[in-house]
């Protein structure tokens, strides 16, 4: 075995997991208001914001037919080149103008420039972080309009869709699976036109988060290889009124909040151009880390590994990917909230079938679980691996019940989920844990990707895989490693909150922030 309770981290595993541990949750915005503050926003809410926000929109809705005649009538061959003419001129600076007005109009009424941008020559890229919230695209002003990178469905969305026509953005599927090698075919394109194309610019991080700490830098702003510019936002008001994270104020909110402001201020910082090495120019995640950590010592925050999985946050613990908050409590809250019978789930794990072929249906779960109406069960089925039939494994759900109830401490549940998943070959001492089931543990468990359960599976097997993990090597990895026993003990401790019987002791996350109820964004 080639990990267990006698393996010592690498160097580079240890100092990544003391990373993680220092930073905070960058997800999770909690906005404290003071009595004095809340008067003021009440009343300038009721005021200024309608008026604000009723004239940023129809400021917005002016700049559509200038957007628009940048492109109305032009051959598809034309829409694939840079734009230039007395269209071009016009419509730049019309959006220009317009657009400085409508954020002006919302209470952004200074925004401050710090350092030089560089030329299209010079850096033919641009990475602007953190990216904190809906309203960062106001950096495009003093980056005089750069071209960017969206989604292709928001082509449909009137007004943006015209705005994305007009800016020529590269514009990326989620559907089409080709999409990605075009994406990467148009930025190296550009960055290669030698200034020929307008300066693209990238958020890097992909999602917004708290400012606190910088998320994990996606490769695709730097695949081309070529010098980019960082360019740092900074919001540097009294009150942090523009944030937008996972967990925090949401959309409504954070305008309404904003536009009741007096005054908005954002900062735009250009960082000399950062060369890219030999390495780092046919390397692209080394060149995001390394750009990564210049801007987060820019910004006196940590550089972390944090990132969007899907729809879950997630962080990087040794050579782990696990979820900032594991989605077995989000299933303890729905099932509280679905008022399941707390005192009824041990009567439940009984009857419910077991064996590696135990499947579990919608209908099978609602039965089990005493819950009669059909939209949550379908909520509470989306915590579980299902097949093309919408079924469950029922180890699956037996597991995260038990853990759930918060009465069982860490070796307990784990030699339970070892029992539940392993095939043996009729002698209890023979019992192994395949990929597969190790796999569905972790996943279950601590949030992580079936991709990194499986690699972290094969360096624990060594070169025994076929044979599979007996419970001293499971338990070795799951409570005595130097990084993922930590894991497994908080994990596996879920808050009052999100448990289904006695109350546990308060946990902390992996990252040692005290666990709490998150909010919704409806809150």
């Avoid at 008022?339 to 064996?355: E, M, N, Q, W, Y």
């Amino acid at each position: 075995m080639e990990e267990g309770a006698s393996s010592r981290a690498a160097p580079e595993e240890e100092e990544a997991a003391a990373a993680a541990a220092a930073a905070p949750n960058p997800f999770v915005h909690e906005l404290q208001l003071t009595r004095l503050q809340k008067v003021k926003f009440y009343v300038l809410g009721a005021v200024l914001a309608p008026i604000r926000v009723a004239l940023a929109f129809v400021v917005l809705f002016l700049i559509w037919p200038f957007a628009l005649l940048q492109v109305v009538g032009l051959p598809e061959e034309t829409l694939q080149e840079p734009f230039s003419g007395w269209r071009n001129t016009v419509s730049h600076g019309s959006v220009y103008f317009l657009s400085r007005l409508m954020f002006f109009l919302l209470g952004f009424m200074r925004i401050r420039v710090r350092g030089q941008r560089a030329s299209r020559l010079e850096a033919p890229i641009l990475v602007a972080a953190p990216h904190s919230t809906f309203f960062d695209p106001i950096i495009l002003l003093p980056c005089d309009l750069p071209k960017v990178v969206s989604r292709t469905e928001n082509l449909h969305v009137p007004v943006i869709g015209a705005l994305l026509r007009f800016n020529q953005a590269i514009l990326v599927s989620r559907h089409d699976p080709a999409s990605r090698k075009k994406v990467v075919e148009e930025v190296k394109k550009r960055a290669t036109s030698q200034g020929k194309w307008p300066q693209v610019l990238f958020f890097p991080e992909g999602t917004c988060s708290n400012k606190k700490a910088l998320l994990k830098f996606k490769p695709g702003a730097f695949i081309s290889g070529v010098p980019i510019q960082p360019v740092l936002i900074r919001y540097p008001n009294s009150l942090d009124s523009t944030t937008w994270a996972w967990r925090g104020p949401g959309v409504l909110k954070v305008i309404w909040l904003t536009a009741s402001q007096p005054c908005t201020t954002v900062e735009v910082e250009f960082l000399p151009v950062y060369q890219p090495s030999a390495e780092e120019a046919v390397n692209p995640t080394l060149y995001a880390n390394n750009v990564q950590k210049v801007m987060a010592k820019a910004l006196g925050i940590p550089a972390t590994d944090c990132e969007f999985v899907g729809n879950l946050p997630v962080t990087v613990v040794g050579r782990l990917r696990v979820a900032l908050e594991p989605r077995i409590w989000e299933l303890g809250k729905a099932l509280r909230k679905a008022r399941c019978p707390t005192g009824g789930v041990k009567g439940h794990l009984d009857s419910l079938p077991a064996g590696a072929s135990g499947q579990l249906g919608p209908k099978e779960l609602a039965h089990w679980l005493g819950l009669a109406c059909p939209e949550d069960v379908e909520g509470l089925c989306t915590y579980f691996q299902q097949d093309a039939d919408g079924n469950m494994d029922s180890r699956e759900v037996a597991l995260a019940l038990e853990a759930l109830e918060g009465e069982h401490n860490p070796q307990e549940l784990t030699f339970r989920a070892f029992k539940l998943f392993t095939e043996t070959d009729g002698e209890a001492e023979n019992s192994r844990l395949c990929q597969d089931g190790f796999c569905a543990i972790l996943r279950l468990l601590l949030g992580t990707p079936g991709a990194d359960g499986a690699e972290l599976y094969s360096r624990l097997c060594g070169d025994h895989s076929q044979d599979g993990l007996t419970l001293d090597e499971f338990q070795d990895f799951s409570l005595r490693h130097p990084d993922y026993a930590r894991l497994f003990s908080t994990y596996l401790r879920p808050p009052v909150a999100c448990t289904l019987s006695k109350p546990s002791l308060p946990p902390t996350y992996a990252n040692g922030v005290p666990a709490s109820p998150p909010k919704s964004k409806a809150d």
